[in-house]
């Protein structure tokens, strides 16, 4: 069983930049795609970003241009490294793992994702 731990969230103003992590434990997780999902108040959890086994990046058109997805698979860890931060970026930022191993397709439903962690706070202010 893999546990998720996101980390890296806070209270910024618009136009900072932020860096989240996602570090697993209990699983190797290099050989899954992994993503990042966000919920705001009220709201659906929404999909943000995603990463395959083989590095391949799918992003919402919401944060193309100012999010960035990587993975350390020797730290079995994933970031989300977002620039130009935007009120409407505000957030709870979740990350989870696929469930199919060696899968390079643009999958973007949190049904297609689980294990999720606690998740880490993101507020930006204008």
């Known amino acids: 069983q893999v546990q998720l731990v996101e980390s890296g969230g806070g209270l910024v103003q618009a136009g900072d930049s932020l860096r989240l992590s996602c570090t697993a434990s209990?699983?190797?997780?290099?050989?899954?795609?992994m993503a990042w999902f966000r919920q705001a108040p009220g709201k659906d959890r929404e999909f943000v970003a995603a990463i395959t086994w083989t590095s391949a990046r799918y992003y919402a058109d919401s944060v193309k241009g100012r999010f960035t997805i990587s993975r350390d698979n020797v730290k079995n860890t994933v970031y989300l490294q977002m620039d130009g931060l935007k009120p409407e970026d505000t957030a709870v930022y979740y990350c989870?793992?696929?469930?199919?191993?060696?899968?390079?397709?643009?999958?973007?439903?949190?049904?297609?994702?689980?294990?999720w962690g606690q998740g880490t706070q993101v507020t930006v202010s204008s």
């Open positions: 209990g699983r190797t997780t290099s050989k899954y795609p």
């Open positions: 989870g793992i696929g469930s199919t191993p060696y899968t390079n397709s643009d999958r973007r439903g949190s049904a297609d994702f689980g294990s």
